[in-house]
């Protein structure tokens, strides 16, 4: 079960995975010390929170789980990342209204 669960977080679709920078970009919001940032520091960190999850994920169930399906290639490596790019994406695109 966690298998399939990491699984799903390498290989979202696109909608789910800004979907997922969305809610990213209001969790850190959250936490006090954010807003004291410039904004090209916060969108460092959101950019590297969105990047972490799914290639964490990745890491985890390639290597350390052994997930069947998750075994690691390039492939793998670049659904990640796409996964972790849409996610910045949706986090920016939800604060657009503040720019």
């Known amino acids: 079960?966690?298998?399939?669960?990491?699984?799903?977080l390498i290989?979202?679709?696109i909608a789910v995975g800004a979907l997922i920078g969305a809610v990213w970009s209001?969790?850190?919001e959250m936490w006090?010390?954010?807003e004291n940032m410039p904004p090209t520091v916060k969108r460092w960190v959101v950019f590297g929170l969105c990047?972490?999850?799914?290639?964490v994920a990745m890491v985890v169930a390639s290597f350390a789980l052994s997930c069947p399906g998750a075994e690691f290639s390039i492939d793998?490596?670049?659904?990640?990342?796409?996964?972790g790019l849409a996610a910045?994406?949706?986090?920016?695109?939800?604060?657009?209204?503040?720019?």
């Open 1 to 8: 079960m966690l298998c399939n669960w990491l699984l799903n």
């Open 11 to 13: 290989v979202s679709n």
């Open 26 to 28: 209001f969790v850190v």
């Open 32 to 34: 006090p010390q954010f």
């Open 51 to 55: 990047m972490a999850v799914p290639l």
């Open 76 to 83: 793998l490596l670049a659904q990640a990342l796409g996964t």
């Open 88 to 99: 910045f994406a949706g986090s920016q695109i939800a604060h657009i209204r503040l720019l």
